[in-house]
T-cell receptor, first 112, second 110 residues
Framework: DTGVSQDPRHKITKRGQNVTFRCDPI?????LYWYRQTLGQGPEFLTY????????KSRLLSDRFSAERPKGSFSTLEIQRTEQGDSAMYLC??????????FGEGSRLTVL | GQQLNQSPQSMFIQEGEDVSMNCTSS?????WLWYKQDPGEGPVLLIA?????ELTSNGRLTAQFGITRKDSFLNISASIPSDVGIYFC??????????FGKGTKLTVNP
């Protein structure tokens, strides 16, 4: 399967713990995006990378959130000191040269 | 910020019926995309539109990029049970990120 891959698919954690999500984009795509989706809402933009450069960050991305793409391939999204309000589906996408975004299956976070 | 108004919020139809949903915005977008999302999964791209006025089909799906670049619609003809899901429109900004609508939840009764 050469689509966008996310890991883990599900994560349950206690409030205050740190969590990290990984995204492996489609190999020939140089743009990678992170979105967050809560129940009944559309995905909301968090941040995006072109190769290893983080080009834009949303105001939704508080200081507790950090994203990296060290070698311009896979990316990680870390949430420190999780809060219950962080519970959501975290979606990764990569884009083709035509700017079409292809999403992974998402990582669902539940903070207890 | 930029917002997309997607309607209707939900639809309940009989198998075989046609479906129409749309998105409007006060902002201009360079690209419109339509996605379908099943529960617990990521959105799957259905159709991408690149030029104002463009009309594109993908099987039973047809979508149009509004001439003002501020709206788009999606039609599904002869609906089948597997069309069930949430449909999202998304507009692409000049800074290349996608802004999503809140979705149209489609239920198809056999």
């Amino acid at each position: 399967d050469t689509g966008v891959s996310q890991d883990p698919r599900h994560k349950i954690t206690k409030r205050g713990q740190n969590v990290t999500f990984r995204c492996d984009p489609i190999s020939e795509h140089n743009r990678l995006y992170w979105y967050r989706q809560t129940l009944g809402q559309g995905p909301e933009f968090l941040t995006y990378f072109q190769n290893e450069a983080q080009l834009e960050k949303s105001r939704l991305l508080s200081d507790r959130f950090s994203a990296e793409r060290p070698k311009g391939s896979f990316s990680t999204l870390e949430i420190q000191r999780t809060e219950q309000g962080d519970s959501a589906m975290y979606l990764c996408a990569s884009s083709s040269p035509q700017w079409e975004l292809f999403f992974g299956e998402g990582s669902r976070l539940t903070v207890l | 910020g930029q917002q997309l108004n997607q309607s209707p919020q939900s639809m309940f139809i009989q198998e075989g019926e046609d479906v129409s949903m749309n998105c409007t915005s006060s902002s201009i977008f360079n690209t419109w995309l339509w996605y379908k999302q099943d529960p617990g999964e990521g959105p799957v791209l259905l159709i991408a539109l690149y030029k104002a006025g463009e009309l594109t089909s993908n099987g039973r799906l047809t979508a149009q990029f509004g001439i003002t670049r501020k709206d788009s619609f999606l039609n599904i003809s002869a609906s089948i049970p597997s069309d069930v899901g949430i449909y999202f429109c998304a507009g692409q900004t000049r800074t290349e990120k996608l802004v999503f609508g809140k979705g149209t939840k489609l239920t198809v009764n056999p």
